[in-house]
Structures are given as C-alpha cells and as structure tokens.
C-alpha cells in the first residue's frame, strides 16, 4: 500500500517550525503548538480542525495550501487522516432512517444530488462496503464533507454532531479515486 506524505507548518504560507508524517495524527499539538499551513507531498489526507478526527474536515490532496482558513477550517488544523489509496469497486448503501430502516439505495459511483436521483430527502445511516468516500452537506459537492471509510454508519445525524456542533444532512457523495493521488 502506497503511503502520503504530508507535512504541516505553524505559520501561514509554510513557515515556522514544521512535522511531516505519512500516518494518521490524532492530536498535532504533540508537534507543533499550532498548524496554520500544510503542503501535501503525495496522496490524500482529511484534516481536521479538532483533535481525534473531530470538527470541520477538509479533504488534501498533493498540492499546497498557504492558509488554513481558506480551507473552511475555522480554527488550526488538530488532527489528520491519512486515505490509503483504494483500487477496485466502490459501494455503499444508503438508508433514509436511522439503523439502516426506511428507503434504501445502492451506489458505485459519485452522486451529486440525492433528491434528484433517488427522491430522498434525507440519509440517516449508511453502509460503505466498498472505497473511500467523501459525503457533502449540498448537493453538487458542495458545503461541510465527511469522510466515509468501509464500515457501518448507523447514525449519521448523531455522528455529525460529534464533528461539528450543528448536525449535518449529507446531500451528495463523491468517490476518492485514483485520480484524487
């Protein structure tokens, strides 16, 4: 499995002291007292604006980003997640209700409004059994994002609230593909 690598910066515009990692990192505050810029070397990352994967997540990919507010993040970065690359198929099944209950659809590929393609106004659970996704809080990609890895999500609206103090309602997903390293 090819790894990323990133490395984080204290000040804007990559300067002040700097930690570069390939893995996921719980709490940057061990390295640095502040995380203001990064630039990612190879691969994708989610970055998070609060310790242990919490808060605001933004999705990296090789590039450079000089400014952490410009990224949606409404603090420094905390935390980030490292996305190993995934080759092969793509699914998930999503379920109107909580617990996997009410109406429930299969994807394998992007989806950039719910409403329009399956009628559903909202999406309680999810089950990610293929892939790397990216869930958005607006359709056409757009707005807060959640990164989904394979498991059971059986509460979506609750797990959100864990990430950001206002409860989010997923209206489009995108795959992470190969494209995305």
């Known amino acids: 499995m090819t790894m990323g690598k990133i490395i984080f910066y204290e000040d804007r515009n990559f300067q002040g002291r700097s930690y570069e990692t390939s893995s996921d990192c719980p709490d940057m505050t061990s390295y640095l007292s502040r995380c203001h810029s990064c630039r990612v070397e190879s691969g ?10 919490m ?43 909580e617990n996997f209950g009410g109406q429930m659809h299969e994807l394998s590929d992007d989806c950039d409004s719910m409403t329009e393609r399956f009628r559903m106004n909202d999406m309680q659970s999810c089950h990610v059994l293929d892939g ?21 999500y059986r509460n979506m609206r609750e797990m959100s609230m864990h990430m950001s103090p206002n409860p989010m309602k997923f209206m489009s997903m995108r795959r992470i593909l190969d494209s995305c390293y």
């Open 55 to 97: 808060g605001n997540q933004y999705f990296v990919r090789r590039g450079e980003y000089g400014d952490y507010q410009r990224m949606g993040m409404s603090d420094c970065i905390r935390s980030c997640r490292n996305i190993p690359m995934h080759r092969g198929n793509f699914r998930m099944r999503i379920y109107e209700k």
């Open 132 to 152: 790397h996704w990216l869930m958005y809080e607006q359709p056409h990609y757009r707005g807060r994002m959640m990164y989904m890895r394979p498991g059971e």
């Open 44 to 53: 994708c990352f989610m970055v998070y604006d609060r310790s242990n994967f």
